[in-house]
């Protein structure tokens, strides 16, 4: 069963701690299906539709945040979700 993004937050943001940060314009994405992703594995296995989970952003500058986003964004990703990990 395929979900919205925003269906999907909707969901779950009362379940698990989730603070959205942008992309709410997003929301009518489809999620097909969720990966995990930590940058340094490559887009080349993320596909249109995936939700990604990273848990990599505390270890890269900005820029390559920002590059990273731009890619999920090319290849119409879903969304990203960033995990800090305590």
Partial sequence: MELMVG???HRIK????LTLL????????MVRWIQQDEMASG???LRSGDLVISTEHTDVSTEELIDYIRSLNEMNASGLILYACS
């Fill in 14 to 17: 009362d379940k698990i701690s």
């Fill in 22 to 29: 942008a992309g709410s314009d997003g929301f009518y994405r």
């Fill in 43 to 45: 887009l080349h296995l």
């Fill in 7 to 9: 269906s999907l937050y």
